[in-house]
C-alpha cells in the first residue's frame, strides 16, 4: 500500500480548505537564519502521521544546502543534519515506507553568486535522494533535466521548486522554471510553472511541451512572474496554493493564493491566504511571503512558509512561519 505523506489530504473538500480562516501564528517564524545564511527558506513537513517516529521533520535550505530540523510540536525545531548540498527547495515524501526528498540542485555557492551580478549564467535541475530512517541518504540522482526552451533565459537554465503529485499509476512533479530579474531584489524568481509526469517514480519524467502557468500583467498576483505552486488532491476536485510575484505600487511582492482545479492542471483563483501588506506589525513577513506546505494534523490545517522583510538584497533576511486554521 502507497502510503504518500498529503494523501490525508483527500479527505478533504474543497469548500472546507476555501472556508478555512488562516491566521499567522503568533509562535511565528519558527525557524531564522543561522550560520552566516541570510535566509532559512521553502519549508516542506512530514507530520507525526506519516513519519516513521511519530514527530515533525522540516526540511528547507539556507544558502549552504538542504537542512533537516526535528520537532514535537511543530513549533520548536531542533537542527539535525545538513541533507545536501549545493540544493534548495526541498519536497519531502514518504511512500511505501521509504522516503523521497526531491530538490534543486545548484551550482557551487560561489557561482550561484556571481550569478547574482549575472557574471555565470545560473543552472539548476531536479534530483531526488532516498532514506529509510531520515538519517542515512542515498547519492542524489537527476530527475528533471533541461529538454524545453521554456525553462532558459537569458540569465540561465532554471528547474526548481519540485512538488510530487501521484494518482492513478501517474507520478506528477509540479515545478518552477525560467528566470525573470526582479528589479528592486536585484536577484531571479522562476518565470514560469510546468510538470512531468511518468509512470515511474524517480525516472522518465516527461516535461509538458507548454508552461502550466505563465505571467499575466493583468493578473494582480503574478503579473512580473509564477513563483512556485503546491497542487493537494481533495475529496471533490484540487487545490493549488501558489506564491505569484508581483509589482504593486513600485515595488515587488509576493502573496499565498489558493487556486482551484477540475483536474490539477486548470485552475482558477479563489483567494488570498496570506498577504504581507495585510498582516500588521510582523516585520519579518513585511514585503513577500513565499514558498508554502499546507499540511493537517488532527482537525488544524498548518500552512508553513518562508517571508522576506524587504527587497533589499543586503538587508533583507528570509524566515519561516506558518498560518494556522481549524477545519
Not at 42 to 60: I, Y
Request: hydrophobic share 35%; aromatic share 12%; glycine share 6%.
Amino acid at each position: 500500500m502507497i502510503y504518500f505523506g498529503d494523501d490525508i489530504m483527500k479527505n478533504l473538500t474543497l469548500n472546507q480548505i476555501i472556508n478555512a480562516d488562516f491566521k499567522v501564528s503568533t509562535h511565528s517564524p519558527v525557524l531564522r537564519p543561522f550560520d552566516g545564511s541570510v535566509v532559512v527558506a521553502d519549508p516542506s513537513l512530514l507530520t507525526p502521521e506519516n513519519s516513521h517516529d511519530n514527530k515533525w521533520h522540516m526540511f528547507c535550505h539556507t544558502n549552504l544546502g538542504v537542512y533537516q530540523f526535528i520537532s514535537d510540536d511543530g513549533i520548536k525545531f531542533k537542527r539535525v543534519q545538513k541533507v545536501v548540498p549545493r540544493a534548495m527547495r526541498p519536497n519531502i515524501n514518504r511512500i511505501d515506507g521509504r522516503y523521497y526528498m526531491f530538490y534543486e540542485r545548484t551550482r557551487s555557492l560561489a557561482a550561484n553568486a556571481l550569478n547574482v551580478v549575472n557574471a555565470v549564467p545560473w543552472k539548476s535541475e531536479i534530483y531526488v535522494t532516498e532514506s529509510d530512517d531520515l538519517f542515512h541518504w542515498s547519492k542524489p540522482q537527476p530527475v528533471i533535466t533541461n529538454t524545453r526552451e521554456y525553462e532558459k533565459s537569458d540569465r540561465g537554465m532554471s528547474i526548481s521548486n519540485p512538488y510530487l503529485l501521484q494518482e492513478n499509476g501517474i507520478n506528477r512533479l509540479y515545478y518552477s522554471c525560467g528566470l525573470t530579474y526582479i528589479e528592486d531584489c536585484r536577484f531571479c524568481e522562476p518565470t514560469y510553472i510546468s510538470y512531468a509526469e511518468s509512470d515511474k517514480l524517480t525516472t522518465n519524467y516527461v516535461s509538458a511541451k507548454t508552461p502550466l502557468i505563465s505571467p499575466d500583467k493583468n493578473d494582480p498576483f503574478l503579473n512580473l512572474c509564477s513563483g512556485c505552486l503546491k497542487v493537494y488532491k481533495l475529496k471533490d476536485g484540487y487545490i493549488g496554493i501558489q506564491n505569484g510575484i508581483y509589482e504593486k505600487d513600485g515595488k515587488s511582492h509576493s502573496s499565498i493564493i489558493l487556486l482551484t482545479s477540475p483536474d490539477g492542471l486548470e485552475f482558477k483563483f479563489e483567494k488570498v491566504l496570506v498577504d504581507p501588506m495585510v498582516v500588521n506589525g510582523k516585520n519579518w513577513m513585511k514585503q513577500f511571503v513565499y514558498a508554502s506546505h499546507l499540511v493537517k494534523h488532527g482537525n488544524t490545517l498548518r500552512l508553513y512558509f518562508n517571508a522576506r522583510d524587504t527587497s533589499n538584497i543586503i538587508f533583507g533576511r528570509e524566515c519561516i512561519g506558518f498560518a494556522e486554521a481549524k477545519i
